[in-house]
């Protein structure tokens, strides 16, 4: 053996060592603070270990965490019993002393540094021995020096002098949905289950595939590609049915050059993105990416932990780094009653998304209406949110098969609800939804129509003689919101006399008073300043 391969078996020696040193500490320390296990699950898996005894240790806790079970080392030894030695587990368990946050942090990560080396110069080896450059072995070899970068061993920054860095001043936001989704950001779209989710997220990607608008912005027409963890067959007629109601045929040349879809469940596990898809990513070159679910595409362990969401999101952000794109994952929201306040809805996995996202809308069906939904744009950068959105759907008649219809529901009507809210969570004066505006002429035409019965052009309130008022009673104006059909359901009439619909009107001189005088004692009726009542 000459020198240099001397040299070369004692580094594979001691780089073992280091590798069986960092995973008996790691394995040791889980052993006795199994909740270390939710910061080390999001930087390796059982894969990246070498030893099969720990990669079964690995395994077992993470088992019993993701069921609820108490984890210690009597449990443990008593589920791998037949695969581990129990006095090499119990020696496991008393060396503990290195059990803390950062020390399994960083045996962690050297793990996983030396487990991409070990894969890299494997797959390098092969290389070298091949008659001819494989492709498939040269896209594996540029995922694990991919991987390789991201732990540590080579940089992905570069310091910048200022002026180099902005040469414009005035570099306005480069926006894929104007005012909603900025490019080269990450979002999610929350909701309920049945608040049609994925209608939305159709919606939004064939608007930029085609530059339509969504909702009431302006989108840049671009490739989308829509990322599915389940129902390709449910897809294909939700698709058709909103291309039938924008007017698009399938044959149109910006949908086929820029509308792309991937069932993929299961496609982002603890290493990333599945590597191959990547590439193709990156050849595509999508400005949009919609991952639908969160919950069937993204396959980790303690997925909705809020580090296993951090680290899921880094890694992305890592990858589409020099792609200039948005992406969003659709998830579901913590369990919440059917009437809870849209605002109060929160994702599920903690606050962990709603901290690290871009954007956020949050969906949420009307109770009363199974084709009405409402949008919330909850969170936004550079620009206002609290912005709220009333959606219909309408079903769509595709096909007829065996007498029967084949049909699926696309968003027909967009309203906008509130424009952004003040600090006192009200809507901001001067942006009303149709609904509401429609409530505020009733209050005119009725108080028009008793103005003219009875004649009360000088009503006096209270000590205040100067002003001259006009009204109405609150039955008048349900009345004629029925007669009018401003809304489907009216026995849900009295939302539009709620506290919130009252400080609507106050905003526009309209306010709810008990008169005296004129009527009998404590009669709710509407009132306006005859001097600013303006048609």
């Known amino acids: 053996m000459n020198n240099d ?41 059982s894969k990246h270990l070498s030893n099969d005894s720990h990669k079964t240790i690995f395994n077992t806790i993470s088992d019993f965490l993701a069921q609820n079970k108490t984890v210690d080392v009597i449990t443990v030894a008593d589920a791998i019993k037949n695969e581990v030695d129990n006095e090499y587990l119990s020696e496991l368990y008393r060396n ?51 991987e390789l970068d991201e732990s540590g061993q080579a940089t992905k920054y570069t310091i910048q002098n200022y002026r180099d860095g902005f040469k414009d001043a005035t570099q306005a936001v480069d926006w894929l949905v104007n005012d909603y989704i900025p490019l080269k950001s990450c979002g999610l779209l929350a909701g309920m289950s049945r608040s049609y989710k994925t209608f939305i997220s159709i919606n939004l990607a064939i608007s930029v595939a085609t530059g339509t608008t969504f909702l009431d912005k302006e989108t840049t027409k671009s490739k989308v590609l829509y990322v599915l963890g389940e129902g390709s067959a449910d897809f294909n007629l939700r698709v ?36 191959t898809v990547l590439a193709q990513i990156k050849t595509i070159k999508p400005k949009l990416i919609v991952f639908d679910t969160y919950s069937k595409i993204v396959c980790r362990p303690l997925a909705e932990n809020n580090d296993v969401i951090q680290n899921t999101i880094s890694q992305l952000n890592s990858d589409f780094k020099d792609l200039n794109l948005a992406y969003y994952f659709v998830h579901h929201v913590a369990k919440a009653s059917a009437d809870v306040d849209i605002k109060a809805i929160t994702s599920r996995g903690g606050q962990a998304f709603e901290d690290d996202v871009d954007f956020m809308f949050v969906a949420k069906r009307d109770p009363s209406n199974e084709f009405k939904t409402q949008l919330l744009l909850k969170k ?31 968003i027909s009507d967009i309203q906008k609800a509130y424009d952004g809210e003040n600090k006192a ?41 100067r002003t001259k008022y006009s009204y109405c009673h609150s039955e008048d104006v349900k009345k004629l919101i029925i007669e009018k059909d401003l809304i489907q359901d009216p026995s849900n009439i009295n939302r539009f006399f709620s506290d919130k619909t009252n400080s609507l009107v106050s905003k526009n001189r309209i306010s709810k008073k008990a008169v005296g005088k004129n009527k009998k004692e404590g009669s709710l009726i509407w009132i306006v300043k005859q001097k600013e009542f303006v048609d």
Request: proline share 2%.
């Open 96 to 146: 503990n002393a290195t059990a803390s946050k950062e020390n399994v942090i960083a045996y962690a990560q050297e793990i996983r540094k030396q487990s991409i080396e070990a894969e890299f110069k494997s797959i390098a080896t092969e290389i070298a021995s091949s008659n001819s450059l494989n492709e498939a072995l040269l896209t594996k070899a540029k995922a694990k020096l991919n």
């Open 425 to 465: 969570g009200r809507p901001i004066k001067g942006h009303l939804s149709a609904d509401h505006k429609n409530v505020l002429d009733c209050i005119k035409l009725a108080i028009q129509a008793k103005t003219e019965e009875e004649n009360y052009t000088n009503i006096i309130i209270g000590d205040d003689e």
């Open 5 to 45: 391969n001397v040299v070369h078996a004692k580094t594979q020696v001691q780089n073992q060592k280091s590798v069986t040193f960092s995973e008996q500490a790691l394995v040791s320390a889980l052993l006795a603070k199994p909740k270390l296990f939710f910061h080390v699950c999001a930087i390796i898996n």
């Open 240 to 275: 058709r049915a909103h291309l039938n109601e924008k007017n698009i045929s399938t044959d149109n040349p910006d949908f086929i050059e820029n509308f792309m879809f991937l069932e993929a469940p299961a496609l982002i596990k603890d290493a990333g993105i599945d590597q």
């Open 380 to 410: 936004v950068k550079f620009e206002q949110d609290g912005i709220l959105y009333n959606l219909s759907l309408k079903r769509h008649i595709l096909a007829t098969s065996d007498e029967k219809e084949i049909s699926s529901l696309a």
